[in-house]
């Protein structure tokens, strides 16, 4: 292994910045239906996931905007094999409940589903998304529903 390090100026003496405090920390809150089970996390955004019958729900965060709405939409659709959608096919799938924006998917076979929720604001996205057989997801949908809901965002 190789260790380089490198300055700005040829001045020996170690300087130091102080720059103004401007960070954050967002711990949401959620309350978990009764039926819904923890299971690991599987990605290092994911604050949490439960097994749902057979189905997966997760919740995750970035910083700022994720991304995107368009962009996560369309990563959701290559999952059940969609062919993307374009700025103004998206805003007519989706669908708004307070500050979640919603999207269902269903694959070609009508057989797997995506029920999708984004909420952003400036300083970062929470997803929340779950997966798995239409059947599953249409008898989950109201839970998931009060799921999303339920999620509360205090920053810190």
Known sequence: ??????SCSDDKNITTYTTKKT????????????TWQLAPLTHISQLAVFKVGNAK???SMLNGNGGGILLNVNRWRRQL???????????????KIGNWTLIKLTDKNKENAIFGAIQQNNQYT???????????????????????????????
């Open 126 to 156: 929470i997803f929340a998304k779950l997966s798995g057989s239409v059947n599953t997801l249409n008898i989950q949908a109201e839970t998931f529903l009060q799921f999303i809901t339920s999620i509360n965002t205090k920053v810190k």
């Open 81 to 95: 094999q969609l062919p993307p959608l374009n700025k103004q096919q998206l805003d007519n799938e989706i669908r």
């Open 23 to 34: 960070a954050y920390f967002v711990s949401p809150t959620w309350q978990k239906p009764n």
């Open 57 to 59: 729900a997760s919740i």
């Open 1 to 6: 292994m190789c260790i380089g390090i490198t």
